[in-house]
């Protein structure tokens, strides 16, 4: 830890996280959501016919579904109004699906992500990186030695033209169809940006590659889609982090996930999400696992005013595994409605899942997670935990999970604990010289271990970092 | 969903049970006002994931499950001498302003369709009054329903550092009732301050009959209600048990225990609100499944803004002698107090191969052996239980439900 402390304070996070710029773009889109704006979108892309076309039919979708309003504790999302955001912005670069050096980015731009600090984790510890300004890539590489063995990241827009048949195959049909909910058919309307990552057979990508999204503008919605397809005994690890500066107009986040994960194949997705106070954050995220296969899902959720957000994986194939670790830290005003989804639809499957949660000063907390055993997903195990820490009077912290079994040859466990953050710990930390404000820390740094040591320590250091601000109340 | 009102029901026919009953004019009004309520009013809430609702309580048709003039019952009572066992009605003599005062008190009549429903309709039911500083001991109140439906209302009231455990026993009578069934309890504890209450039911409904309870108690300070909760019977059961625990210092448990198998569908739910200081709750639900029987639980744990130094468990466990079984769990937190010690788990599983194994090592034959690690997962609800008669008869019926 004391290296990491050392680390920290080098770097002013607050300062990384809320600055704001003034928006420059070379092409915006009218507020709110019409099958006009969906043709210019894809118009300016440039995109094949049938992606227009599928664009149109989650429209239709979108605007056929309700809001959900009815889950039991669910966020408030009256504010959420789609008319009254700007679904897509490109920003005003030369180069369109972004440039491969740092030194081509336009100053405003490079200044932002400099400030993030992108350039110094992609030297040191990253295969490749992705950074998104508003709806489009603007920066994109990967190590040569990567793409020679066939690896492929690239951004979504580009994928599109580049690896149609792929996309094609896979974009929003099995895995996050646009009918999925109401924020997935928006994404699948609208969506623009994103991550594209392909790993051939028996290819180990051994260094995480790492996209960063970043919300600049007053009043948009960003809407990133993100395919992974990591072929037979393939592994890779792919991070993204996300960040916003505050406004007082909302923002929102609907993006879609979707990974495949193939035989013997191992995929990790990491998340450090900080989204600014006043975006909603209503993602979609799936994995559909193949026999034998591994998929991790790791996120931590810090911003945002309301989050919903349960990352699923389908475990298909016989012996295929999912593990599950999140966190979520809620502080004055934020309501984190974030959990789990796991269906075993095969023999011997395994999950695992480990929620935990920090509220504080009024901020809302909640695990919603599912699992379901389906008949004939013999000798499958689940275990699921929960804890979740509070710190006043005025938090509120729940937990809703619900298990479908369907199957008897199985072993179920659900845990979950809340407590209090205790006194005799601060007392005991107190007692060897901490002020009551570093023993907090401590315990929650603690508390939080799980998550942060499988990270790597870029990420840790910044989710460090994060939650010591929440602590000390100086975000605003 | 709303359900909607049969043609059968009207304000003739409740006028026509009350008149019956010869109810005084309040009690004639509370029930035209649940009848009122029924036009408005949604049937129970039950748990949705995506894609289905876990109890499909809209299939019942009510029509022609409901038929409320034709209620029948057969139900014996005994109690110790110093409290008051009587059959609702009749108590309505002599306890009439008690029972006017504290009737839907805790219980809101118009909590859903099926409690209005019941207000509305029930013709049989026990008023039970423990005064002050009276301990008693085995209150045993048994109920053959002998008629297509029944609606049952049950109010418990006991004074300052009363004691009372009662058990309340329902089955079918031999009664010649061609079809589907439906049976309807509502019950209401009144706990007064340091008082203590166990209040334990085993539902035996044969299996063409639907059932709904609602069992809901409100803990004064100091005082302690326990619910045992044993559903055996019933095609369909529906069964909510819940406490308030609104007087510092309070304490509740509910226990469950249900064994289904054929088609069951059982639906049970245990919840606890924590309103109150220093309140404590237990919630232990243990239930076996057989054949295509489903089983649906939700737990909820509920912890208030000003419910300081809250401890509150809650166990659930499941075990599946069938492939063919499904059981859905949902235990539920919810929690806005930070001084809070709460704790929730949930398993689902099979019977153990290893304690299998060991007791085959020591010759006893395989099924005999399940048979016994049945009777076993059962203990931790048979321990809870105060009246011995009632224990008795749950371990029958668990006994004589295995193969």
């Keep these: ?476 | 969903m709303s359900a909607q009102l049969p043609a059968n029901l009207s304000e003739q026919t409740v006028r026509e049970i009350s008149d019956a009953r010869d109810e005084p004019e309040w009690l004639l009004e509370a029930r035209l006002e649940a009848l009122e309520a029924l036009d408005t009013l949604e049937l129970p809430d039950v748990i949705q994931t995506p894609g289905r609702r876990w109890t499909n309580l809209e299939a019942l048709d009510f029509e022609s499950l409901v038929d409320p003039l034709n209620q029948s019952d057969e139900t014996t009572r005994e109690a110790p001498d110093d409290v008051v066992v009587l059959p609702f009605t009749e108590a309505l003599d002599e306890y009439g302003d008690l029972i006017e005062e504290r009737f839907g008190s805790v219980l809101d009549l118009e909590t859903n369709y099926l409690t209005a429903l019941s207000a509305a309709l029930f013709t049989t039911g026990t008023f039970i009054y423990v005064p002050e500083d009276v301990n008693a001991e085995d209150v045993k109140i048994r109920a053959e329903m002998n008629s297509r439906s029944l609606f049952s209302h049950t109010l418990v009231v006991t004074e300052k550092s009363s004691s009372v455990t009662i058990l309340e026993g329902t089955e079918s009578g031999d009664a010649d009732v061609e079809g589907e069934r439906y049976f309807s309890n509502l019950v209401e504890i009144d706990a007064g301050e340091n008082s203590y209450v166990q209040y334990g039911s085993l539902q035996n409904l044969d299996e063409d009959t639907y059932t709904y309870s609602l069992k809901r108690g409100d803990a004064g300070t100091y005082s302690t209600i326990n619910w045992i909760e044993g559903n055996l019977g019933s095609r369909l059961t529906r069964s909510d048990v819940e406490t308030e625990l609104n007087g510092d210092a309070s304490e509740t448990k509910i226990v469950g225990a249900f064994f289904g198998h054929n088609e069951q569908h059982l639906d049970v739910n245990a919840r606890v609100w924590h309103k109150a200081e220093n309140t404590t709750a237990d919630l232990v639900t243990r239930g076996v499944l057989d054949d295509r029987a489903r089983s649906v639980y939700e737990g909820v744990q509920d912890v208030g803004r000003d419910a300081w130094s809250t401890n509150s468990y809650q166990r659930e466990n499941t075990l599946m002698l069938s492939d063919e079984s499904e059981a859905d769990a949902s235990p539920k937190l919810i929690i806005n107090n930070h001084d809070t010690e709460a704790s929730h788990a949930a398993t689902v599983g099979q019977v153990d191969k290893e304690d299998l194994f060991y007791m085959a090592s020591r010759s006893i034959p395989e099924q005999t052996a399940r048979n016994m690690l049945v009777e076993g997962f059962f203990v931790p609800v048979l321990e809870e239980i105060e009246v011995d008669e009632f224990r008795e008869d749950l371990e029958e019926l668990i006994a004589a439900r295995l193969k």
């Design chain 1, 1 to 476: 830890m004391s290296s990491d402390q050392d680390h920290l304070k080098e770097t002013d996070t607050e300062a990384r996280f809320e600055f704001k710029k003034e928006q420059k773009a070379a092409f915006a889109a009218e507020k709110g959501l019409t099958e006009e704006t969906i043709r210019v979108i894809s118009e300016d892309k440039d995109e094949p016919e049938w992606m227009l076309e599928r664009r149109l039919r989650a429209l239709k979708q979108y605007q056929k579904m309700p809001m959900p309003t009815d889950w039991p504790g669910q966020p408030d999302l009256s504010k959420v109004d789609v008319d009254e955001i700007v679904p897509y912005i490109r920003p005003d670069v030369e180069v369109r699906g972004g440039v491969d050096d740092w030194r081509d980015l336009p100053d405003d731009i490079k200044d932002t992500f400099d400030k993030l600090g992108i350039p110094e984790a992609e030297k040191n510890a990253l295969s490749g990186v992705g950074a998104q300004y508003e709806s489009e890539v603007v920066y994109q590489n990967m190590q040569e030695r990567w793409e020679e063995k066939g690896v492929v990241f690239m951004n979504m827009d580009q994928a599109v033209q580049e690896h149609e048949d792929i996309v094609k195959e896979y974009f929003m049909t099995k895995c996050v169809p646009p009918s999925d909910n109401k924020f997935a058919a928006l994404h699948g309307a609208i969506w623009s940006g994103g991550s594209f990552v392909y790993v051939p057979e028996d290819t180990t990508v051994d260094m995480p590659v790492q996209a960063y999204f970043r919300m600049n503008s007053e009043g948009m919605g960003q809407f990133e889609h993100t395919l992974i397809v990591a072929e037979k005994g393939s592994e890779v690890h792919y991070i993204e982090g996300c960040s916003a500066p505050k406004y007082s107009a909302f923002n929102l986040h609907s993006g879609g996930v979707e990974v495949f994960v193939g035989e013997d194949a191992h995929v990790q997705y990491s998340t450090v999400q900080n989204w600014s106070k006043n975006t909603y954050n209503l993602n979609t995220k799936r994995a559909i696992v193949e026999k034998n296969g591994r998929m991790e899902w790791i996120s931590g959720s810090m911003g945002s005013k309301a989050t919903m957000l349960y990352p699923a994986s389908i475990l298909k194939g016989r012996g295929a595994s999912d593990n599950h670790i999140t966190i979520a830290f809620a502080g004055e005003g934020q309501n984190i409605d974030t959990g789990a989804k796991v269906y075993h639809n095969a023999p011997d499957t395994k999950s695992t899942i480990e929620s935990k949660s920090i509220s504080k000063d009024g901020g809302r907390t909640n695990y919603r997670g599912l699992v379901h055993i389906a008949n004939g997903a013999t000798n499958s195990s689940t275990a699921v935990e929960c804890d979740a820490l509070m710190f006043d009077n005025e938090s509120t912290s729940d937990t809703m999970p619900y298990m479908e079994i369907n199957e008897s040859t199985v072993d179920v466990a659900h845990e979950a604990t809340v407590g209090k953050i205790g006194d005799e710990d601060i007392f005991y930390l107190q007692s060897r010289g901490l002020d009551d404000d570093d023993a907090k820390q401590m315990i929650v740094s603690g508390f939080i271990e799980p998550i942060t040591e499988e990270l790597p320590i870029e990420y840790a250091v910044e989710l460090n970092r994060l939650v010591e601000l929440e602590m000390e109340g100086s975000l605003g």
